[in-house]
């Protein structure tokens, strides 16, 4: 069980995704919006060492932001 410990993994969630010019990246300001390709009832996705793993929803609990997994996605085999 030592060896599981000390394995990494990097853990993401993605909110929603864009393509966006560098030249448009570059003129952002603070305060700036940009569109994504999500609503906000969209289910989130979770990767795992840049492979999706599920998808969830955030809940906010005392302040706390919190991804809940709703959904395993199973690779097909």
């Not at 993605?14 to 030249?23: F, M, Q, R, V």
């Not at 969209?42 to 302040?63: F, S």
Request: charged share 20%.
């Amino acid at each position: 069980m030592n060896t599981l410990n000390s394995i990494e993994v990097d853990v993401s969630v993605e909110l929603g995704a864009t393509i966006l010019p560098i030249h448009h990246l570059l003129r952002l300001g603070r305060g700036a919006v940009i569109e994504l390709d999500a609503f906000e009832n969209d289910p989130m996705r979770i990767y795992a060492n840049n492979t999706l793993i599920a998808k969830g929803e955030i809940q906010v609990d005392d302040g706390h932001l919190n991804v809940v997994v709703t959904e395993k996605v199973v690779k097909p085999a």
